[in-house]
Nanobody, 123 residues
Framework: QVQLVESGGGLVQAGGSLRLSCAAS????????MGWFRQAPGKEREFVAT????????TYAASMEGRFTISRDNTKNTMFLQMNSLKPEDTAVYYC????????????????WGQGTQVTVSS
């Protein structure tokens, strides 16, 4: 089992940047593929990005490709999401998640979730 805690959210103007962190504790972090998801008010949870156990492979949702970068540091049990060129439509609660399966863009594949961190982008 792994426990996840997100941080780094906040209020930013459109065009700005934020870096989210996801700190893991418990079972070996490198045993899990990791992902970022987000949920805006009144909308379903949405895939953002995912990375393999090693971090060598990544996949992004089309609308985030080129703006967001997922990475991880297995020596520090931490995953990151660098978000650039933020838009008001990026406003949501961002969640990190862990899966013992191969990395996936499906929320149902992830067994462990953090509590989320709010990102608000003003126009």
């Amino acid at each position: 089992q792994v426990q996840l805690v997100e941080s780094g959210g906040g209020l930013v103007q459109a065009g700005g940047s934020l870096r989210l962190s996801c700190a893991a504790s418990g079972r070996t972090f490198s045993s899990y593929a990791m992902g970022w998801f987000r949920q805006a008010p009144g909308k379903e949870r949405e895939f953002v990005a995912t990375t393999t156990r090693s971090g060598r492979s990544t996949t992004y949702a089309a609308s985030m490709e080129g703006r967001f970068t997922i990475s991880r540091d297995n020596t520090k049990n931490t995953m990151f999401l660098q978000m650039n060129s933020l838009k008001p439509e990026d406003t949501a609660v961002y969640y990190c998640a862990a899966t013992s399966q191969i990395y996936s863009d499906s929320a149902s594949e992830y067994a462990y979730w953090g509590q989320g961190t709010q990102v608000t982008v003003s126009s």
